[in-house]
């Protein structure tokens, strides 16, 4: 079977010493491959560490975004609105796909390999070659250090605003050493409950701690016990509440929790189109902006709408057009991309349950039911029975792998959870468990899911057979 690959949105090889250089950073505590540990959140670590270069943080322009779900792809729609009204737009994200210089790029864009060269280097002469910087060698974190070396390049390439996406949390982030312009808080679930609490208003109160004094927050629709604790943060610090509520294929409106003093409330409806969404979004003085989204996800819609609201705050005047622009031309690595044509193979970062159903409902609408054939992997803790649950109503079946070898997984005991949930068949290694995929497809649709971490590995496989 020979596919036609989707070559413009696969990732680059990876530059081996651009690799090798950020591998320094692999040296200190990384929580996300050792998700158990005991963590010590400190910001005054991240503002020391910033101090080393002159705080190069007080020199950007921040949008600060934080929530459980889709707050990188909010940020992915942010950051190309900001380039399309004619900013030099900075956006960082986590985890990654393929190589550490997706988290740290020009709206998307991964800048070449000497950028994030010579800020490496910058970044561990100051640590190891001052008396400073060794005191806070023993303490410092992967992602502390990844987020000041965001703003190294962020200020080296002159960047007039950042996008910058929260790695857990909000209120002891190490983002939330930055003064932003506007923060968003994405949808909130229960998440990370041994860090952040075990109620929805607990995680609320962890999210609301980036609120700042004066600084708009843009809020998506929330739980009301989660609505209220961010209201009340919002009005503590004299915060205007922008509330986004909206619909789907005209349904009900996505509400969730008053506008609260002052607030304001902007509207989108969303349906399906031609190759992907129709979105609408309209704010309360009239303004609208009218888009297509190229993700089938009606999910995404609300991301974009949350972004197009605290656009208007950043860009008050900027004009509608390069928002919808902006919007249209965003694209979202990892999050259902299409990557191949004959048959169509698309690959998915979801890894909960939720997510993974929105997946199949937007395939099942575009393939019917039992027409594709999955490839599934999930970290270890993950609810792979829940995930497997709703793949069993799109796919015939599923081929059952590994997700990557970032973090720990056990394809033999999911392999076992699918019994009696979806035909499945266990193929360890990743490349060979999509070829065995895409061969018993018989030019069906192929879909691989369940992991960030397996997008990854798998857009690497592609990538070499497109170079091959």
Not at 135 to 142: G, N, W, Y
Not at 188 to 199: A, K
Not at 415 to 439: P, T
């Amino acid at each position: 079977m020979r596919l036609r690959l989707c070559t413009e949105i696969l990732p680059a090889p990876i530059h081996p010493e651009v690799e090798e250089a950020f591998r320094y950073l692999e040296r200190f505590a990384n929580f996300e491959r050792r998700p158990g540990e005991v963590r010590e959140f400190r910001l005054d670590r991240v503002r020391a560490l910033c101090g080393l270069f002159g705080h190069p943080e007080e020199e950007l322009s921040f949008a600060h975004v934080a929530g459980s779900k889709g707050k990188g792809s909010t940020c992915h729609y942010f950051a190309r609105a900001l380039e399309a009204s004619g900013f030099c737009t900075g956006l960082y994200t986590s985890p990654h796909l393929v190589s550490y210089t997706e988290r740290i790029t020009q709206a998307g864009r991964q800048w070449p390999p000497e950028v994030y060269l010579d800020a490496l280097a910058q970044l561990r002469r100051r640590l190891e070659g001052t008396a400073e910087g060794r005191a806070l060698l023993p303490e410092v974190t992967t992602f502390e250090l990844l987020t000041v070396l965001g703003f190294l390049v962020f200020k080296e390439m002159g960047c007039k605003w950042v996008v910058l996406e929260t790695g857990m949390g909000g209120r002891l982030d190490a983002t939330n050493v930055v003064q932003p312009k506007v923060t968003v808080i994405t949808h909130l679930e229960l998440e990370h409950t041994e860090y952040l609490g075990d109620t929805i208003e607990k995680i609320a109160f962890e999210k609301a701690g980036i609120i700042k004094p004066g600084v708009p927050v843009v809020v998506a629709p929330q739980e009301a016990g989660a609505m209220r604790v961010i209201e009340g943060r919002a009005g503590e610090l004299g915060a205007q509440v922008v509330r986004v509520v909206g619909r789907q294929d005209g349904g009900e409106d996505a509400d969730g929790g008053g506008a609260g003093e002052g607030g304001q409330v902007v509207r989108w409806e969303a349906a399906k189109g031609e190759r992907g969404l129709d979105l609408r979004v309209r704010w309360e003085d009239g303004l609208v902006v009218h888009t297509g989204l190229s993700t089938p996800l009606l999910v995404q819609a609300e991301n974009a709408a949350l972004a197009a609201a605290a656009w208007r705050v950043c860009v008050p005047e900027g004009e509608v057009g390069a928002l919808a622009q902006g919007l249209g031309r965003a694209t979202l690595p990892g999050r259902l991309q299409q990557v191949a044509e004959d048959p169509d193979v698309w690959v998915d970062g979801s890894h909960t349950r939720d997510s993974v159903r929105a997946v199949v409902e937007a395939l099942g609408r575009r393939y019917g039911w039992g027409e594709v054939v999955g490839v599934f992997g999930c970290v270890a803790g993950k609810d792979a029975r829940g995930m497997l649950g709703e793949l069993g109503r799109l796919c015939r079946e599923v081929v059952v792998t590994r997700a990557g070898r970032f973090r720990e997984s056990r394809p033999e005991e999911v392999g076992r959870m699918a019994e009696g949930v979806v035909r499945a068949v266990v193929v360890a290694e990743e490349e060979g468990a999509l070829r065995e995929a895409l061969r018993r497809s018989e030019g069906r649709p192929v879909l691989v899911t369940g992991s960030f971490y397996l997008a990854g590995e798998v857009l690497k496989v592609l990538s070499r057979w497109a170079s091959a």
